[in-house]
């Protein structure tokens, strides 16, 4: 197998966990010469919590992995890229008033941009690998490669651990010359392999959570050292009262429950506004207010076919949008040419939150996705134009904008 298609060098991304440890050695086993390399993609000369500890251990561990392998081992720096490509994207839109998902910004830009072009030019290599839970319809080993056609990103057999989520925004070339080693494979079985392979503390080290350049600190105490507080308050979309304040929007998300000193209930963010600063915040975390049936899109990234639809015909498929969450059925309306499009759910979504992804799927394809920049909500949605803070009733002047 090693030299069908001509595909011998094949550059794995070695993270220092299980998953990557595993797909480097099944790529060994199957023949094939294999480079591990790890990114760096965080600079943490400057920075106070954990990352770079975090970052130090995977590095050695890594290396370890390579070592107890024999394969070769490099390290490669993408710091600026990732700068450039995805932090300051992630900043942007924080400061919009988005919720922005790093890793899927990663994945396209770094892991399947800058990562595969260095290991095509640079490394010589004839096929990149990762350790991430999807398949290729070439192959997930590229057995089935064709210079004519398409390749197609396909969920892993794993559904728990399933990844195309976060891969749904990445390109054909790049997907056309990935190998995904453990889609056919379960986690439990990859950790047993790597207890098999003598990779005892590799075999329990648990999965990474979270960014990891936030390392130990709270996301509000991150967040601020690159997006200024800006105080508002919180308000109740009900009754338009004054519940408290916060420091800004871009520390909350929609469907968070919101932290107000001295409230005996239980908030939950439902609609922020970036320039007043107000976050509006619902009784209960079952509120209509949370829930949405249609979403208004960007114009859609499709990582092989690009599907026909119209204002008066749409295109029907599944929609997903966190990884938790199952897919469901949807209808994708807009032209040729727009930059937005619109999406209407066969069934209500609690928190359908802008700057998240709507990922789009038929059967087992992940299709492609494209950024969530707003929705409608199963209630009257308020604006908040001024305040008047020496109101005796602590109310707003609001303007109805939805009524849907």
């Known amino acids: ?26 790529l060994k086993q199957k023949g094939f010469n294999v480079v591990g390399a790890f990114m760096r993609n965080w600079d943490d000369q400057d920075e106070e919590g954990s990352c770079q500890i975090i970052q130090e251990n995977d590095y050695q561990d890594a290396k370890a992995v390579c070592d107890h392998l024999r394969i070769p081992f490099v390290e490669v720096s993408f710091v600026k890229e990732y700068w450039n490509e995805v932090f300051s994207r992630l900043i942007e839109d924080y400061e919009k008033g988005f919720t922005p998902n790093p890793d899927i910004l990663c994945n396209r830009f770094i892991k399947f941009g800058s990562f595969y072009n260095y290991s095509m030019k640079e490394l010589g290599a004839d096929a990149i690998a990762t350790g991430h839970y999807a398949q290729n319809t070439f192959g997930n080993f590229l057995e089935h490669y064709s210079s004519s056609n398409l390749a197609h990103l396909k969920r892993a057999i794993d559904v728990r651990k399933d990844q195309t989520l976060f891969l749904s925004d990445i390109c054909q070339e790049p997907l056309r010359k990935t190998m995904f080693p453990l889609g056919s494979l379960c986690k439990q079985s990859v950790r047993q392999l790597a ?6 503390k590799i075999s329990r080290k648990r999965d990474s ?7 130990n600190r709270t996301f509000p105490h991150f967040i601020s050292k690159y997006v200024e507080d800006r105080p508002g308050y919180f308000v109740d979309i009900d009754t ?17 429950r919101c932290r107000i000193p001295g409230s005996k209930h239980a908030y939950y963010v439902c609609q922020r506004n970036a320039k007043t600063q107000t976050i509006l915040a619902a009784l209960g975390q079952d509120h209509s207010s949370l829930y949405s049936r249609n979403i208004l899109i960007s114009a859609p990234h499709w990582i092989s076919h690009v599907p026909e639809f119209s204002s008066d015909k749409p295109f029907s498929c599944m929609f997903k949008f966190q990884h938790t969450k199952w897919t469901i059925p949807c209808w994708l309306y807009g032209n040729r040419g727009d930059t937005t ?7 209500s979504t609690r928190a359908i939150t802008p700057g998240q992804h709507a990922v789009f799927y038929k059967g087992d394809l992940c299709l492609g996705s494209a950024k969530i920049l707003g929705s409608d909500t199963l209630v009257n949605n308020y604006e908040v134009h001024a305040f008047n803070k020496d109101d005796a009733t602590n109310r707003l002047d609001t303007v109805a904008i939805n009524n849907s």
């Open 195 to 200: 207890l098999e392979l003598g990779m005892d």
């Open 240 to 256: 338009g009262k004054i519940l408290g304040e916060h420091n800004g929007v871009h520390q909350w998300t929609i469907g968070q």
């Open 341 to 347: 499009s619109t999406i209407s759910l066969s069934i």
């Open 1 to 26: 197998m090693a030299l069908l298609n001509g595909i011998k060098r094949v550059v794995c991304g070695i993270s220092g966990g299980v998953d990557s440890a595993v797909a480097a050695s099944i």
């Open 209 to 215: 959570v979270g960014i990891c350049f936030i390392g």
